[in-house]
Structures are given as structure tokens and as C-alpha cells.
């Protein structure tokens, strides 16, 4: 998969993407991620990509321009590869982003991530630039990177070859509307705490009927929305 990101603060980036699965996976040609500076897509002198909001108002509102330019210089960069693209614009007033979400995006092989700041984004671009607009929940953050980087860490692990065993993203939480079963590791006993006996047993068929009855009773005490 490719991914390019639209974002006036590039750095913000370079954690998250230079450590961990993320990235191994971008070593591993699993996937390949641009961090693209909008402000270079500015026609401004002094690469401005903001202005007053028209009505008036609090706050500066980041132009469409910018936004339109960099999505065509990508769409024309990319043209002859015919990737199957989603362009997603990062925003409070998207739908709510989850697995099932992210599962649906990781069959893409090209998206573009609209980061916002601000008040927000000339509201051109969603009406008329974006396939989709995603919220990562229902509070506003400042900028749309730390979204932009949650939707890339949860849909790049679940690309084939991302993770180091592939089964690991199999039984989680929410793959089957269900919270995850508990794990343990060594040591069994730790101060007198300890690992339940049936994992220790051995059995694979008892350990898998606990796992999932661990499932049940773990979703219907913190998520039970989840079984609704
Ligand atoms: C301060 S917010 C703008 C909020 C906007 N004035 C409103 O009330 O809906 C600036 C940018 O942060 C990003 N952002 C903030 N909260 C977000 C969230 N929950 N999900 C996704 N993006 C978000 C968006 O890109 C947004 O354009």
C-alpha cells in the first residue's frame, strides 16, 4: 500500500513512523508512506495556507488550494500505476473510525490523508476533493496528524506481511464484535498472582473454549454496546 499524507507539520511525523512494526513494515516494502508538505502547494510568497474565515468568526480557516494541488500532483504522479485510491480527509465531523473501518481501508492500495488545523479545513475539500471524512472519536484535537497517524499505524499492521506472525491479528478485539480474551506470561506466580490453571494445562481445545468464554464476560463487562 501506498500512503500520502497532506499535513503543515511534517516532523510530527517521524516517531511514530521511524520506530516499531510501522517502521519495518515500510522496510519491508510492505507499505510506503509520504509525509508531503502542504505549504509547498501554497501559491503564496510566503507559503501561507490559511486565511480569515468569510462571515467572520474566531480563528484562521486553511485554504482549499493547496489541498486540490497536491491531491492532482499525486493523482497525476501516480497515474500510470491505476492504484485503487481513497482520499480521506481527517475531521471531528467524519464518521466514527474503528476495525471494521480499518479493515475496509487496508484493501486499498493508495490513500491520500487530509490533515487539518485550525478551525479547520475551506469546506470545498470535503464537499468536493475527498472520497470519505473519518473522526477518530467524538473530541477535538488540535491538528488531524495524531488522527492521521492512527489511521495509518491501525490499517499498515494489518497489511499482509506487517505483522511478524500473521495469526496475530486474527482473534482481537473487535474482529468478531468481541473484546479480546486475556493473556499472561512467565512467571505463573507473581507475588501470588496467578495465571489461570487451564493455560498451563496443555489442552489447546479447553484453552480455546476458556479464551472465548474470557472473550464474552470481558465484552459484556467493559463493552457491552459491543453485543448489542
Ligand atoms: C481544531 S480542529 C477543527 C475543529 C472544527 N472547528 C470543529 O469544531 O469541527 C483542527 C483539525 O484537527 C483535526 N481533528 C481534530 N479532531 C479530530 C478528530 N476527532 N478526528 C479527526 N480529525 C480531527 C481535523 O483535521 C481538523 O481540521
Given at each position: ?35 508531503i ?12 495556507v ?19 494541488e ?100 486474527k ?49 459484556k ?8
Open positions: 500500500m501506498r500512503i500520502d499524507v497532506l499535513t503543515i507539520f511534517p516532523r510530527m511525523f517521524d516517531a511514530v513512523l521511524g520506530e516499531s512494526i510501522i517502521k519495518k513494515a515500510q522496510e519491508k516494502k510492505v507499505v510506503e508512506i509520504n509525509i508538505d502542504l505549504r509547498l502547494f501554497s501559491k503564496d510568497k510566503h507559503r501561507k490559511d486565511d480569515k474565515p468569510f462571515g467572520g468568526g474566531p480563528g484562521m480557516v486553511m485554504n482549499a488550494e493547496p489541498f486540490f497536491a491531491v492532482n500532483y499525486i493523482r497525476r504522479k501516480i497515474k500510470d500505476l491505476r492504484l485503487k485510491t481513497r482520499v480521506i480527509l481527517l475531521s471531528p465531523k467524519g464518521r466514527k473510525f474503528d476495525q471494521a473501518l480499518a479493515v475496509k481501508l487496508s484493501k486499498y492500495e493508495h490513500m491520500v490523508l487530509l490533515c487539518g488545523h485550525y478551525e479547520g479545513i475551506d469546506d470545498r475539500v470535503a464537499e468536493h476533493l475527498v472520497d470519505d471524512e473519518i473522526s477518530i472519536g467524538d473530541f477535538v484535537l488540535t491538528g488531524g496528524e495524531l488522527p492521521a497517524m492512527a489511521v495509518i499505524d491501525s490499517v499498515a499492521r494489518l497489511l499482509p506481511g506487517a505483522l511478524g506472525d500473521k495469526d496475530s491479528c482473534d482481537e478485539s473487535f474482529s468478531e464484535n468481541l473484546l479480546e480474551y486475556p493473556h499472561y506470561t512467565r512467571p505463573a506466580d507473581y507475588s501470588g498472582m496467578k495465571v489461570p490453571n487451564v493455560l498451563l494445562s496443555g489442552d489447546h481445545e479447553q484453552i480455546k473454549e476458556w479464551r472465548k468464554k474470557e472473550a464474552i464476560k470481558a465484552t463487562r467493559k463493552r457491552p454496546d459491543l453485543l448489542k
